[in-house]
């Protein structure tokens, strides 16, 4: 088998799994906009649509240009292809796809910690692998030939090194700040642990695609098996971040049960409250999302609070989550959440 039917035959096994993946983003998409979206905080109402937008961008490009390679060049030689140019475009849109993701994550970063140095510091890398994306994309457009890719790896080999350490800083991070909010006997810390494993499995996807496409482009040079793996990461980023804010409604459940609440209503229910008691309830809502224009006496329509309408275990009143721990604790399991509060 030549490299020519080997290379294509790696962007073609790449482009169908990418496409596969998009796929399920698309479902935990559709998803997040019947159950989450009218009633989010704006930032991931800008965010969620932008990453997904990016991702159906990236994948139109990446299929083009195969198509352009593989079929309109089908008779040419491979030093005599001229790079379309989507070629050059979904690198840029790829890079800005990361950097969206990243984003989000120092975002929630922020909610934990409120430490605006290491957010800084994250930030500084997160840019760098921005910066390295639109690098490599204008060194593209210098190339012009395809044959001249090979010239590009050092660039390849920075992108990814900085992609995979990013990634594992920023899961070393939340992971860290969300041990830090466990105390011994804390009701919180079963909900903590089910929190840790969407970043942990976020990161340790994410990175070890880059860190395959790292080993790719430095023992298998002439080839496009780092391709392979570097655009499956990117469909990861966008499936994983999805799929953790649409895990919200399960973790309101943990939160009521760490209260001590015995039955939630649906998410979607509407139990009607007067205004004093729906009041004192929402100091024990951590998971509230934006109150609609109804009057006082009417619930959130949407995504309800979980302990609205919630009946309190037997022999006492429905406790608050934090009764006996810190109020700190409460803020940084609701911001790693990212819902509103209410």
């Known amino acids: ?64 240009t195969i198509f352009q390679v593989i079929v309109f ?14 070629g050059n475009a979904q690198i840029l849109v790829n890079a800005c796809l990361v950097a969206a993701v990243q984003v989000f994550y120092l975002h929630r970063i922020w909610g934990l910690s409120r430490q605006l140095i290491l957010v800084i510091v994250l930030g ?8 390295l994306g639109i690098t490599l994309m204008a060194q593209t457009l210098i190339i012009v030939s395809v044959a001249g890719l090979p010239t590009l790896s050092k660039f390849d080999v920075a992108l ?35 929190l840790m494993f969407y970043p942990i499995n976020t990161g340790f996807l994410t990175s070890l695609c880059a860190i395959l496409s790292l080993i790719m482009i430095t023992t298998k040079k002439g080839t496009n098996f780092y391709v392979f793996f570097y655009y499956i990461g ?13 895990a919200r409604e ?3 459940n943990d939160m009521a049960d760490a209260a001590g609440i015995h039955s939630i209503p649906a998410i979607r ?22 109150p609609s ?41 609701h911001a790693f959440s990212l819902l509103p509060k209410s």
């Open 1 to 64: 088998m030549s490299d020519v039917d080997l290379n294509q035959g790696l962007v073609l096994s790449a482009l169908g799994i990418t496409g596969a993946l998009f796929g399920f983003a698309t479902s935990q998409f559709v998803y997040y906009i019947q159950n989450y979206w009218r009633h989010d905080r704006l930032l991931l109402r800008i965010v969620v649509p932008l990453v997904w937008g990016l991702d159906l961008f990236h994948l139109v490009l990446y299929a083009y």
């Open 73 to 86: 060049a089908r008779s040419n030689t491979a030093s005599g292809l001229v790079l379309p140019w989507t």
């Open 124 to 131: 500084i890398v997160s840019a760098a692998n921005l910066g």
């Open 160 to 194: 990814s090194s900085v992609t995979a350490a990013s990634d594992i800083f920023i899961t070393i991070t939340l992971v860290v700040l969300l041990l830090m909010s466990r105390r011994k006997g804390s009701r919180n810390n079963r909900l903590i642990n089910r």
């Open 234 to 246: 990117t469909r990861l980023y966008t499936i994983c971040m999805i799929a953790s804010l649409n």
């Open 250 to 252: 399960s973790l309101r």
């Open 269 to 290: 229910t509407h139990p009607q409250h007067t205004t004093s008691r729906l009041a004192g309830l929402r100091k024990y809502s951590f998971f509230a999302t934006q």
């Open 293 to 333: 224009s109804r009057s006082g006496s009417e619930s959130h329509s949407g995504d309800a609070p979980a302990v609205l309408g919630a009946q309190p275990a037997p022999g006492g009143k429905a406790r608050g989550l934090g009764e006996g721990h810190s109020a700190d604790d409460l803020r940084r399991v």
